[in-house]
């Protein structure tokens, strides 16, 4: 089931130039799944692949999306750029298998991944405003005045590319404030430290001499 969520965003003159840039952004939320199959040892690799490298992964959100960027009119006489951005999410939350699902560790991995998805929520939020503020700025105008057309394949790498920037930077904004390490000693505190007895004897997976410490991320 998706919820959907419109908004238009007006057209506003390029700063320096008479074109016209307009960006309408439909996002569609896809809702939101527990994964509850992949053990510790998958979700430390997972997390590493993200670049948040953990002793021992137990919890990690994921929002994966699809991004469409269709151009609806052109008008050179007109200095006019209508398009659409589509953004499709499937956000998923992977709790490891190793913590029962009837557990307090769970619910506590669970209830701190999603902090997650509504800091990612967040993120979305802005997302549209962000669309049209930089809208403005990638697309070349003055080659399409010099060519009379548009390289599409060229905009729709520049804009995928500012797009992601954007949205990571927005979310290394908010997600540390919920990973940092007095969080995760208040968690392993929590629940008459369940989590750690449930995860004692487990390798460390960055570095096997080392005291495991269990971590949740993003």
Known sequence: MLCCLVLEVQFS??????????????????????????NVKQITLAQAQGGFKA????????????????????????????LTTRIVTAPVIYVASDLPKDSCAFKLVLDHELKHQDYDLEVLRVMPEEVRQF?????????????????????????????NFVYQALGQMRHPIIDSPESYRDLSRQCNGEL?????????QA????????????
């Open 55 to 82: 002793d021992l992964g137990v919890g990690l959100f994921q929002n994966r999306q699809k991004i469409e960027l269709n151009f609806n009119e052109m008008s050179l006489p007109g200095k006019r750029l209508s």
């Open 13 to 38: 003159a390029h700063a320096g130039s008479l074109w016209q840039i307009g960006n309408r952004v439909v996002i569609e939320h896809g809702t939101l799944s527990i994964d509850h199959s992949k």
């Open 207 to 218: 570095n096997s001499k080392r005291p495991a410490a269990a971590k949740v991320a993003k």
């Open 135 to 163: 809208s403005q700025d990638i697309f070349d105008t003055a080659a399409i005045e010099r060519t009379g057309s548009l390289n599409q394949e060229r905009a729709r790498n520049r804009f995928f590319q500012q797009f």
């Open 196 to 204: 750690g007895i449930l995860l004692a004897g487990k390798p460390n």
